[in-house]
């Protein structure tokens, strides 16, 4: 082959891979997107009901018609995706939010408020969905890694959001003047991913075999993922929620302001495990490692539920359960990925619906349980569900080793 041929196809060869990258970066933005997404609404709910003149707990349905849109949109999310590619997904799921977030900013009245909240649902499903179709489809040859890393992007978003909520209410800044600001970063993102390169990439079936979305509904390892999904995300949502009532009304109370760190200890662990995820995901195999991190997690919990007298110990202890909680979301991902390449799009969207209702169902059983019996049994529904998680990966490893030998 002549020289100039050669350096021809390695200039095109490194120009694939730096918009393989540029398009894997944009996806991490996309997530702190999501994570940011999740994070500054709570803080801005007192501001949001001023704003339309309804009661505080009337503008608490602005969050449960965003659950509501982003499950209702995950069917056709997945599908959205797998015909029309999860750049393509992505592209319309971040311009749907930049539109959500603006209508909230301006909307004067409750109605108006639920209807652009629906459309935020709508936005966050396509962005989950397309993101780690996306980061999967790019990086194939480092797919754990990836995934986990993708996923510790969503953490440091959520850390954000109630950091941007503070920064903007000591400055005197409206939630109407945020809300349009955020708008406008996630056009610009919308915009920047339109004008990069779509790429093709290859998304061969797992030796031959075709799986339309019936037969991935009726898969074994699907409804094991789903399952795991719902476990760890009613137990990761619920800790994350109750754990500021945990800290504050223990028997030694903590001030406000020290249980508040407490909250962001828990979720910092969850962003060093999913960073430590990424490191360990070359040599340990997806199902392994979120074995490995729902046994720490259940290690934690079980020390946490006996830590009441002492409550300074709860901060290293809450940090443990965050780093075990870590990289379990993404390992699945990738087993489901690594399962189905040609259907990541659709295989995320169905398990993301297990965890969608975990996250909605454990989380409500762990208040129920802290107010009917106390802050122990609180945490015992957390623990049960990660023993409970943990036995259900020992099953799936298990079985993935007999396959194998």
């Known amino acids: 082959m002549p020289k100039s041929v050669k350096e021809s196809a390695t200039q095109l060869e490194l120009a694939h891979l730096d918009r393989e990258k540029n398009l894997t970066r944009l996806a991490y933005a996309a997530m702190v997107v999501l994570g940011i997404n999740v994070g500054w609404l709570g803080p801005f709910l007192p501001q949001i009901a001023y704003g339309i003149n309804a009661s505080l707990d009337r503008t608490g349905l602005i969050l449960s018609a965003i659950a509501l849109g982003y499950f209702v949109a995950l069917p056709a999310g997945g599908e959205f995706g797998h015909r029309r ?13 930049a539109v959500g977030f603006g209508w909230l900013a301006v909307a004067s009245s409750l109605p108006a408020s639920i209807c652009a909240a629906v459309l935020i649902g709508f936005a966050q499903c396509g962005i989950d969905v397309a993101v780690n179709a996306l980061v999967a489809e790019l990086n194939r040859d480092r797919l754990a890694a990836a995934l986990n890393y993708l996923h510790m992007m969503f953490g440091v978003g959520a850390t954000m959001g109630p950091a941007i909520d503070g920064l903007a209410m000591a400055r005197g800044i409206s939630y109407r003047l945020t809300f349009t600001a955020g708008a406008a970063a996630i056009a610009m993102l919308a915009v920047t991913l339109a004008a990069t390169p779509r790429m093709k990439s290859p998304s061969p079936p797992v030796d031959g075999e075709k799986h339309d979305l019936r037969a991935l509904l009726m898969h074994r390892l699907i409804w094991a993922i789903a399952l795991v999904l719902f476990l760890y995300v009613g137990a990761e949502v619920g800790v994350g929620a109750w754990l500021y009532s945990y800290l504050r009304h ?39 490692l979120a074995a490995i991190g729902s046994l720490i997690a259940a290690a934690g919990l079980l020390s946490l539920m006996f830590t009441g007298s002492v409550p300074m110990l709860s901060f290293p202890i809450v940090a443990i359960v965050g780093v075990g909680f870590g990289p379990i979301f993404p390992n699945m991902i990738a087993a489901g990925a690594e399962r189905f390449p040609s259907r990541v799009a659709s295989m995320t969207s169905i398990v993301a619906g297990g965890a969608a209702l975990g996250g909605s169902a454990v989380p409500w059983a762990m208040g129920l349980a802290l107010v009917m019996s106390g802050r122990a049994a609180s945490i015992g529904i957390a623990f049960a569900a990660t023993v409970a998680m943990l036995a259900v990966l020992a099953s799936m490893d298990l079985s993935r080793s007999q396959c194998l030998s």
């Open 85 to 97: 590619g999860p750049h393509f997904l992505l592209i319309v799921a971040t311009a749907m939010d």
């Open 250 to 288: 223990g028997a030694v109370p903590v001030a406000i302001s020290v249980a508040s760190a407490g909250v962001s200890i828990y979720w910092a662990g969850l962003i060093g495990g999913r960073l430590l995820g990424g490191m360990l995901a070359h040599r340990v195999p997806p199902l392994r």
